[in-house]
């Protein structure tokens, strides 16, 4: 006789008894349908939330699990290489932050256009993107997603709909309006997320870029990914209202548990179908960064280590998914961590692999920076001697 597949969880942070386990095990690959409930509810600014009960699957789950811990895994080895020093220059990791990246990619299509600031690995990541283009880019070889020309602050991927990683605090939220101006121009039936840190929130361009969006109808979908510091800074001592998804003002907006890839999922389900048809809208994503600002802040002189750790203990992404999926008995405790085991394998080879792979030719200093075809040529200071003509 077939089971019933179909079971409650209040809370994803709360322990779960006994009573929501299945009698037997679902297979890792199963579709059959499990409903959860967000963590929290969440809080709607001039808009009617949505629900906080969603459905997933043994498959999903399983698949949230892989990839938030190859996320996580990629930017712990990519703090390894920067202090051994085979990374330079700026270099911001995102783990902590994993369920926004994952949450948002199950919601939407490549279709959909992602662009976002510096703290960019996890989205590439999401978008299609794999680990030896991530680590060839970090390490500036010829292999990285943007030709080892663009290091840890600009990886792209635009054939997935990724248009960057940008090092300007606040410039990539303009430029996410004018995709999604585009997107409307061309009648297309895909959104555009434009997602920036609580650090940029008091950014003029921002408000300004909104102002457009909302006046044109836009299908611009703005993300605060809210940690709480931009650089050493709390939001508290930068901004007079930290309510982030309350800043639109005229325009909609909803606050989300950043570190609950299911709230992000759903809430950005919810915004997709919105800014369709209404417009643009506001989601503030609370999460929580583990590392500094930057590989330059230890992280630890404006917040507490027991502030850190409690976060770890008690909203960290990835322990949430693995307690769903060891209550549903879907995956024993030892095989989630063979899992892990596997992904730190994964990203070694990915390593060894990014380290064959050559540095630019010199000759790409001229690239990219001119439309190609129109025979510019570059000179000596007295602009006399010709020394190169740019192809």
């Not at 709909?161 to 995709?179: E, N, R, S, T």
């Not at 909803?254 to 643009?280: S, T, W, Y």
């Not at 322990?319 to 989630?336: G, M, Q, S």
């Amino acid at each position: 006789m077939a089971l019933s597949t179909t079971r409650t969880i209040n809370h994803i942070l709360k322990p779960l008894s006994a009573a929501v386990c299945a009698t037997r095990r679902l297979s890792s690959d199963s579709t059959a349908t499990i409903t959860v409930e967000t963590s929290i509810p969440f809080t709607g600014h001039n808009i009617d939330p949505p629900s906080r009960s969603i459905n997933t699957s043994p498959k999903e789950l399983m698949t949230f699990f892989n990839d938030m811990a190859e996320m996580r895994r990629m930017e712990i080895a990519a703090d390894s290489l920067y202090k051994a020093k085979l990374i330079r220059g700026f270099c911001h990791l995102y783990d902590g932050q994993e369920a926004v990246a994952v949450g948002m990619e199950a919601a939407i299509t490549r279709k959909d256009c992602i662009i976002t600031a510096y703290r960019d690995h996890c989205i590439f990541l999401g978008r299609g993107g794999n680990l030896v283009e991530s680590f060839a880019e970090l390490m500036g070889r010829k292999d990285g997603c943007s030709r080892g020309k663009g290091g840890s602050m600009h990886f792209y991927k635009k054939e997935s709909g990724f248009y960057g990683g940008h090092g300007i605090v606040g410039a990539q939220v303009p430029l996410g309006i004018g995709l999604a101006f585009a997107q409307k121009y061309s009648k297309e039936e895909y959104v555009t997320f434009a997602m920036y840190g609580d650090g940029a929130a008091n950014q003029g361009q921002l408000f300004e870029a909104l102002n457009m969006a909302a006046l044109w109808d836009l299908p611009a979908i703005l993300v605060c990914e809210n940690n709480h510091y931009g650089m050493g800074t709390a939001e508290w001592r930068a901004a007079k209202s930290p309510a982030y998804y309350k800043r639109g003002d005229y325009v909609p907006g909803l606050k989300v548990d950043g570190m609950d890839v299911f709230a992000v999922k759903q809430a950005c389900k919810f915004a997709k179908e919105h800014a369709l048809k209404n417009g643009p809208i506001i989601l503030e994503m609370d999460t929580y960064r583990y590392h500094g600002h930057s590989m330059s802040d230890p992280g630890s002189t404006y917040r507490t280590r027991d502030e850190i750790s409690g976060v770890r203990q008690e909203r960290d992404p990835i322990e949430r998914i693995r307690k769903l999926i060891l209550a549903h008995d879907i995956a024993t405790e030892k095989e989630l961590k063979e899992i892990e085991k596997e992904k730190r394998k994964i990203v070694d080879e990915a390593i060894a692999k990014a380290k064959e792979s050559p540095m630019p030719d010199p000759s790409e200093l001229f690239t990219n920076v001119y439309v190609k075809g129109f025979g510019v040529e570059a000179c000596g200071a007295d602009r006399k001697e010709v020394r190169a003509t740019l192809p």
